[in-house]
């Protein structure tokens, strides 16, 4: 399985952005799709995930409200709509998939980042 992210750049504050993350390969193996940022000098964390039917679905604290996770199962394509951005929003973000039928717990499968820069 091979995950390409793009959509990410640089906004002002209050901004919306739309991430996307392409799938390839054997994506019929993909039972969970994340995304995950890393700000400078901080871990990474994840910060919305879907099951493959869309129904299932997990926000962190921080972007509820503001962020919503899509999928598009016959484009192969999850997205990230991020509203309302915040300057604590900056961070490189990483879409990633996995085999195994929770959120939690490790993924299986990383595509490249795309920044995301918030200015205040």
């Known amino acids: 399985v091979q995950l390409q992210a793009s959509g990410g750049g640089l906004v002002l504050a209050g901004d919306s952005l739309r991430l996307s993350c392409a799938a390839s390969g054997c994506t019929s193996s993909i039972m969970f799709t994340g995304w995950f940022r890393q700000a400078p000098g901080k871990e990474r964390e994840i910060v919305a995930a879907t099951g493959w039917s869309g129904v299932k679905k997990y926000y962190a604290d921080s972007v509820k409200g503001r962020f919503a996770i899509s999928r598009d199962n016959a484009k192969n394509t999850v997205y990230l709509q991020m509203n309302s951005l915040k300057p604590e929003d900056t961070a490189v973000y990483y879409c990633?998939?996995?085999?195994?039928?929770?959120?939690?717990?490790?993924?299986?499968?990383w595509g490249q980042g795309t920044q995301v820069t918030v200015s205040s």
């Open positions: 990633a998939a996995k085999e195994a039928r929770e959120w939690q717990g490790d993924y299986d499968y």
